[in-house]
Nanobody
Framework: VQLQASGGGLVQAGGSLRLSCAAS????????MGWYRQAPGKERELVAS???????NTADSVKGRFTISRDGAKNTWYLQMNSLKPEDTAVYYC???????????????WGQGTLVTVSS
């Protein structure tokens, strides 16, 4: 499975961005899809996840501002980010795996990361 993330960029605080992750290859094996982020000097953290059945999970730090969704026909999932804050600045990675669990170790496939920078 290959993942291609896109959509990052520079945005002012309060603005919006939508990240996309396109999957190719053995996509039938994917059951969990997620977005992680890693800010400088910090550990990678889960932002949101969605299962093939549509069950979502969103980190408390972004709840109400970020929404994860998927388009099965396009083998793509998205992260809509609204009301962005400077503390959302990070490299965002899409990831997926065959499990329905959202633990870090269950993500087998990783995209290359896309930088999101939120200016104050």
């Amino acid at each position: 499975v290959q993942l291609q993330a896109s959509g990052g960029g520079l945005v002012q605080a309060g603005g919006s961005l939508r990240l996309s992750c396109a999957a190719s290859g053995s996509i039938f094996s994917i059951n969990i899809m997620g977005w992680y982020r890693q800010a400088p000097g910090k550990e990678r953290e889960l932002v949101a996840s969605i299962t093939s059945g549509g069950r979502t999970n969103t980190a408390d730090s972004v709840k109400g501002r970020f929404t994860i969704s998927r388009d099965g026909a396009k083998n793509t999932w998205y992260l809509q980010m609204n009301s962005l804050k400077p503390e959302d600045t990070a490299v965002y990675y899409c990831a997926s795996g065959p499990s329905f669990s959202s633990r870090f170790s269950d993500y087998t496939y990783w995209g290359q990361g896309t930088l999101v920078t939120v200016s104050s």
